[in-house]
């Protein structure tokens, strides 16, 4: 399984960036899976940003709501994160992850990701 991360730049704060994560060589079967976006900034733990399981069904972290989308395309090969009105904490590296939902609730991790793309918001 891979996982390739696009889309990081420098943006001011209040802006927007689109960060999309190609996935391959992926099965996806009839058991649920789920997808979601990671980030971790200098000296901090990883945050959880957002997740959408195989239904559609998408939950955020509290300190994005209303700002941030997850979704993913027909084909389900390509993850995406828009990022609307982002602010300075938001400056991080920023992962895709990928599993069967069973896994991940089973041992509370993903076990496929991808590198890693940057995120840098100016005040």
């Known amino acids: 399984v891979q996982l390739v991360e696009s889309g990081g730049g420098s943006v001011q704060s209040g802006g927007s960036l689109r960060l999309s994560c190609v996935v391959s060589g992926y099965t996806y079967t009839t058991s649920s899976y789920c997808l979601a976006w990671f980030r971790q900034a200098p000296g901090k733990e990883r945050e959880e940003v957002a997740n959408?399981?195989?239904?559609?069904?998408?939950t955020y972290a509290d300190s994005v709501k209303g700002r941030f989308t997850v979704s993913q395309d027909n084909d389900k090969s390509t993850l995406s994160l828009q990022m609307n009105r982002l602010k300075p904490e938001g400056k991080a590296m920023y992962y895709c992850?990928?599993?069967?939902?069973?896994?991940?609730?089973?041992?509370?991790?993903?076990?496929?990701w991808g590198q890693g793309t940057q995120v840098t918001v100016s005040s």
């Open positions: 992850a990928a599993d069967y939902c069973a896994v991940i609730t089973t041992y509370s991790k993903y076990r496929y």
């Open positions: 959408i399981d195989s239904a559609g069904s998408a």
